[in-house]
């Protein structure tokens, strides 16, 4: 199945699962079914359906007139997204199999482990989870709220390899890594935070989990219509100098862009920019190292490397012993 709506539908199937959730797992199945049985019976509609020379918006309508008054709103969405994120050749596979996976899900049954794939494969199971979490959200505060604590909390990671070795140990179960993320966040974030951490967990590989958060964050922030400037600075910036770059470089890439800062002592002055694949190096440690690119180191006739001139089998340590007294 398409990687993007496997996380999609596991959205979906997370809010079915809840405590009085409409319909829950068997009406989800059961509409899926019918209408795979309707795309069996009228080849007119499901090559209309698949034909990717009409508007994705035209069959769009198609759908939601179909189904609008037959079916879940869940199973609508769940149907459209299939419709736009699936080859047109397993539109129909891709709708059947989504109703077996929730029919084993209404049975008590897991169904069938996701497989491990490719880092690009797993970001875009992981974005499809994120469609289905962020649509349900209202206005702009929230999606703002979630780009910062996804982050923070990639921040957190970064400066704590314990807990993120802890988090990202394919030796332990999926579940207590999951506890553990809701043990040190549950009350702290935003519900659809904690959602999009835990799925991330268990989406694939676990490796780059701050690369992953900082993606992520990446991707809440062009939901609200922004880029995100990611700028490892010598010294902390303060809020006007934000702004100013934020509008330097919204100019340079004609969309807003959102500065975010991590201070990085070892720069030692400057930044180093990175929005997107533009990359700007403004540090005093990259012009350092630029110039020593550039010296040469003349060779001095009759001297040798300091270890060979040491007495064979003498011991080095002892000999930086003489040196220093």
């Known amino acids: 199945m398409n990687e993007s709506l496997l996380g999609y539908a596991t959205a979906i199937a997370e809010d079915a699962g809840t405590k009085g959730a409409e319909g829950g797992y068997g009406q989800l199945a059961d509409d899926l079914a019918g209408f795979t049985r309707v795309l069996v019976h009228s080849a007119e509609l499901g090559r209309a359906l698949s034909d990717r020379s009409i508007p994705l918006s035209a069959r769009r309508g198609v759908v939601e007139e179909l ?19 699936t080859p047109a050749d397993e539109f129909h596979g891709a709708i059947s199999t989504l109703a ?16 491990i794939v490719a880092k690009s494969a797993t970001r875009e199971r992981i974005g499809g989870y994120a469609n289905e979490v962020l649509a349900g959200l209202e206005g702009s505060a929230p999606l703002e ?17 314990e807990l993120r070795r802890a988090l990202a140990d394919g030796d332990t179960p999926v579940e207590y890594r999951e506890d553990l993320a809701a043990s040190l966040l549950e009350g702290r ?15 694939g590989r676990t490796r780059d989990l701050v690369g992953t958060f900082d993606w992520l964050s990446e991707r809440v922030a062009a939901e609200r219509g922004r880029r995100v400037a990611r700028v490892r600075a010598a010294v902390a910036l303060d809020q006007d100098e934000r702004e100013r770059l934020g509008e ?16 990085d002592s070892s720069l030692v002055g400057g ?15 990259r012009r350092l190292d630029l110039i020593r690119e550039t010296l040469t180191v003349p060779e ?6 300091l270890a060979q001139t040491r007495p064979s089998g003498e011991d080095n340590t002892k000999n930086q012993g003489k040196e220093l007294r």
Request: proline share 10%.
């Open 67 to 85: 189904l609008s008054d037959k079916a879940l709103p869940a199973t609508v969405r769940l149907v459209v997204y299939a419709l736009q994120a």
């Open 100 to 115: 077996h996976r929730f029919r084993l899900l209404e049975s008590g049954q897991p169904p069938p482990p996701d497989p």
């Open 145 to 161: 709220e979630i780009e910062d604590e996804l982050f923070r909390f990639a921040r957190i990671l970064e400066a704590n390899p």
């Open 189 to 203: 974030v935003n519900q659809a935070t904690l959602r999009l951490i835990k799925y991330s967990l268990r989406a």
């Open 248 to 263: 330097a470089l919204s100019r340079r890439l004609g969309v807003p862009v959102e500065v975010q800062v991590v201070v």
């Open 271 to 285: 930044a180093r920019v990175l929005v997107g694949d533009l990359a700007v190096d403004g540090t005093i440690r």
């Open 300 to 305: 001095l006739p009759g001297l040798q490397p």
